[in-house]
């Protein structure tokens, strides 16, 4: 691991007009507390109607916006001028720090226990080999995920925060964000495809 | 990313043996890979000249607040599902595991990009 050059250019907007983003939007903070609580309830009272709604929902919500950031905003943000990119990258990314994590563990802690209580993870299971399946496709994703998206925005939103952004390096981190984001959501057809393998 | 590989692959495999009992040798083992590959990213880190170690102090503090959380989260579904004996050991020891690499893997990709001047100034 070594540390990277910093003679690159800098972006050019003047600090005064520049947004300062949050880390972590605190605003939604009590949002995502909430629907994780729920979930916690859900499971612990083995409310099926609810483990239901917290997988559809949220593997839904996260398979959409997977796609959708990967294969339509990706491409999109690359054609914007760069004082665009900023103000778009700026009021984005800190919803998705607390967005995606939410929705992750929504989609996942559902899952498993719908599969525990529907018999799946029984090796007697007739499609117990497709649930194995799932399981290497989510490992993929966490892997991607937690190494290079969730760090890329993280450190995009810091470099954001400065007096003066170094405008490559935000370029780099975005790149490298919309990429994983695209990987994530071929993995999400797959799952897709294995998920509607399993309902019917 | 190595790390957190080799933990999915050992909770996978664990995993995909539920409700009964894995054999504990590949678990134990790719857990013993994924701490060294830990260890041994940890040691390279503290030889990094001019680091910012207060920006990755303070990145990793939050993130190790957040997905202590979440781990706490995993550990309560492994013992809400009976999980019990060596296997829950190897899950609890894979899932610390992940929770003290991720925080790590974020607070270095923000600290690499300060600029040495800041951090030496600190």
Known sequence: MTATSHELPAAS??????????????????IAGVVIGLLIVSIAGNWRWALDFY???????????????GFVLGPTIGRLSIPARVELTTRLMPKLVLLIP??????????????????????GYPQHAWVVASFVVVG???TVALGLLEPANIAVLFELRKPVPNGAVIEQLMRRFIYTAGVTGLMQVATLIIMTRLAS | MATI?????????LAAYLPRHAPLGPAAGLLVAAAAV?????????????????????????????????????????????????????????????????????????????????????
């Open chain 1, 13 to 30: 907007a003047p600090a005064a007009e520049r947004l300062r983003p949050e880390i972590v939007p605190l605003r939604g903070l009590p």
């Open chain 1, 55 to 69: 997988h559809v929902v949220g593997g839904g919500a996260w398979t959409a916006l997977d796609l959708f950031l």
């Open chain 1, 102 to 123: 939410t929705l992750v563990t929504m989609t996942l802690a559902s899952g498993f226990q719908l599969a525990r209580l529907n018999g799946m993870l029984s090796g």
């Open chain 1, 140 to 142: 993929v994703m966490a």
């Open chain 2, 5 to 13: 590989a080799l933990v999915a692959a050992g909770v996978i495999y």
């Open chain 2, 38 to 122: 830990l260890v041994a990213n940890l040691v390279l880190l503290s030889r990094q000249p001019g680091f910012a170690w207060w920006r990755f102090r303070q990145v990793a503090g939050w993130t190790l607040l957040a997905y202590v959380v979440i781990g706490g989260m995993i550990e309560y579904a492994f013992i809400y599902d009976r999980t019990s004996g060596a296997v829950l050991a190897v899950m609890s020891l894979l899932l610390l595991t992940f929770v003290l690499d991720v925080p790590i893997l974020v607070a270095f990709t923000v600290a690499r990009f300060e600029e040495r001047a800041r951090a030496e100034a600190r």
